[in-house]
């Protein structure tokens, strides 16, 4: 009985082992999965796809010459230039901002901390209206500063410095958001290691700090370019709307659609859509980058 009992368990231990099977999560039949499926993807067409597509089909019906006379006219290029001036001129100061606030929350503890990360979110929960209208009554003929600044014969407000700013303050949480996560989970050591081994601070920003961060920093960018290019309620206020001077491609289309030039405000609106879908591109190419893992040389 023994030696039987023996030999059962030698052929239970050399016998391959079979691997446990795991219960499903759900149990629902097939018929629900495609469902959701299909809703899912019904949705997404219904709310991004078929707009998009009118888009294109109205800008491009009556044909590519009015196409190319639409957004080659005087002012469709005053108000692409003016767009890529502002876009140029907020997206890197709030490049500088948000490595010097991201890095100051993530590294120290300092007073006022909580009220710094609280400012930072406000662009996000005051509307661009709102916004613009703060800018108004600091900057205004009839604001906090505008009696200064008649006297000193500079003007901000329906101007494009007004702009400028109204812009960079609605972007401003985009870059900070992205990397302050990413700095506060890379944690201080490897920079401390850097300076103790003898690197200067810019050293150790290039060789240790940046290379870590790039990923979160280009996809940061991306978003704050994108939020600049496209936006329209802040920008409204401070503008103005004066044709030709400082219109942006959003108000300008919105004066030619109040206009009833229904067909050239598509073919300017479509180069928005155009600069969307490309920034749709990037943000997937950045996130696979981003996921994948760093190669030791």
């Known amino acids: 009985m023994n030696a039987s009992t023996a030999h059962l368990d030698q052929a239970q231990e050399s016998a391959p082992a079979t691997p ?3 219960p499903p999560v759900t149990h629902e039949p097939v018929w629900v ?3 959701l499926v299909t809703v899912g993807l019904g949705w997404f067409a219904a709310l991004l796809l078929l707009p ?3 888009v294109f089909i109205q800008a491009l019906s009556p044909g590519l010459a009015f196409f190319w006379h639409a957004i080659s006219e005087p ?5 692409l230039g003016l767009t890529a001036l502002v876009t140029l001129c907020s997206v890197p100061l709030n490049l500088l901002f948000g490595l010097a606030a991201a890095w100051a929350i993530a590294r120290f503890r300092f007073p006022g901390r909580q009220l710094l990360i609280t400012l930072i979110d406000l662009p996000f929960s005051v509307s661009p209206v709102i916004a613009g209208l703060m800018f108004v009554l600091l900057f205004g003929s009839r604001g906090w500063f505008g009696e200064w600044l008649s006297e000193h014969d500079i003007k901000i407000i329906f101007a494009t410095p007004g702009i400028i700013l109204a812009t960079t303050f609605i972007t401003v949480p985009f870059v900070v958001r992205e990397l302050l996560p990413q700095m506060e989970a890379r944690g201080p050591e490897e920079e401390e290691a850097a300076i103790m081994l003898g690197a200067s601070g810019l050293q150790m920003f290039w060789r240790v700090t940046l290379p870590g961060i790039r990923w979160s920093l280009m996809y940061g960018l991306l978003l704050c370019t994108a939020r600049a290019v496209g936006e329209f309620g802040a ?3 401070v503008s103005g709307h004066i044709r030709g001077q400082t219109n942006t491609l959003p108000l300008h289309i919105e004066i030619l ?3 009833y030039q229904t067909g050239a405000a598509f073919a300017v609106a479509s ?8 920034t749709l591109l990037g943000e997937t190419l950045l996130a696979r980058l981003r996921g994948q893992p760093t190669q030791s040389h």
């Not at 002012?75 to 108000?79: G, K, T």
């Not at 180069?271 to 969307?276: K, M």
């Open 20 to 22: 446990a099977r795991h």
């Open 33 to 35: 999965k495609w469902l």
């Open 52 to 54: 998009l597509a009118t």
């Open 75 to 79: 002012d469709a290029l005053s108000a």
């Open 235 to 237: 920008v409204s206020v």
């Open 257 to 259: 659609y109040n206009e």
């Open 271 to 278: 180069l928005l859509a155009l600069f969307g879908i490309f």
